[in-house]
């Protein structure tokens, strides 16, 4: 008896999530705004690679921000040094971003006026695979100081993902990352997924990733 009715109660949950995400997608399309979601384990990088994104998409176009963190506001703080829109989500005890909790953070924005929004998901390698949010492109993060085998020991999220930025890579060398065996590794689980490498802090690698992006809203805006 216990076992369904936990199954039920999962799917429900999970089915109004989907209803949610749904309608944000309806929404974004109408405004024509390309909306990227973005999953790692906490550390990896995300607030670091859109700031960055962020402060050179500003200066053609008009992104905003919502970040997901368990607690503190510091990373809404940083993605608005660019004078960009950011809102952050402060998600309590839970693991990942639901599509309620990015319908409530943008309710006061004016969409029309977008063209990307960026949803920092909270770090996890795990819980925020299973909750969409509407978005066009989930990209997953990696760095290099996470070790080559965590694509095969967390392959679930990487599943769901996009494309997949390998960050960190200015100090690939100093902790012996083998970066050809982390993109294997990435491909055994996810064969073809296209892979940026980048660095968040130098800035390396920065224009394949921009380009792919622009592309991406070109492609919505057609
Ligand atoms: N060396 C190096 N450090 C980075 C890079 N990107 C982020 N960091 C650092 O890694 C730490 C975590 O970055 P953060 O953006 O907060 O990660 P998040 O938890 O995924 O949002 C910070 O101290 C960043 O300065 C990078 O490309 N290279
Ligand atoms: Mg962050």
């Known amino acids: 008896m216990t076992k369904p009715r936990i199954l039920d109660v999962r799917k429900k949950i999970l089915n109004k999530n989907d209803q949610l995400a749904q ?9 024509g705004i390309l ?6 384990s906490p550390g990896a990088g995300k607030t670091e690679l859109l700031r960055r994104t962020m402060a050179d998409l500003s200066q053609t176009f008009t992104p905003a921000a919502v ?14 040094e660019s004078g960009a829109l950011a809102k952050q989500i402060l998600t309590g005890t839970m693991c990942h971003l639901e599509a309620d909790m990015v319908t409530n953070a943008i309710s006061a924005w004016d969409l ?8 920092e998901n909270v770090g996890n390698l795990v819980c ?8 066009d492109v989930r990209v997953m993060l990696i760095a290099t100081t996470e070790g080559e085998d965590k694509p095969l020991k967390y392959p679930t999220l990487i599943n769901t993902a996009d494309v997949v930025v390998i960050n960190k890579m200015d100090i690939a060398e100093a902790v012996e990352c083998d970066v050809p065996l982390l993109e294997r ?6 064969p073809g997924a296209e892979i940026f490498k980048v660095s968040a802090k130098t800035g390396a690698g920065m224009d394949a990733w921009l380009d792919y992006l622009k592309a991406q809203f070109a492609e919505k805006r057609g």
């Open 185 to 190: 590794n990435i491909h055994e689980v996810r």
């Open 112 to 119: 029309a006026a977008l063209d990307f929004l960026f949803i």
């Open 35 to 40: 909306v990227a979601n973005l999953v790692s």
């Open 23 to 31: 309608d944000l997608r309806a929404d974004f399309a109408r405004h």
């Open 128 to 135: 925020p695979g299973d909750f969409d949010l509407g978005e």
């Open 67 to 80: 970040t997901g963190d368990l607690a503190t506001e510091n990373d809404a703080g940083r993605l608005a």
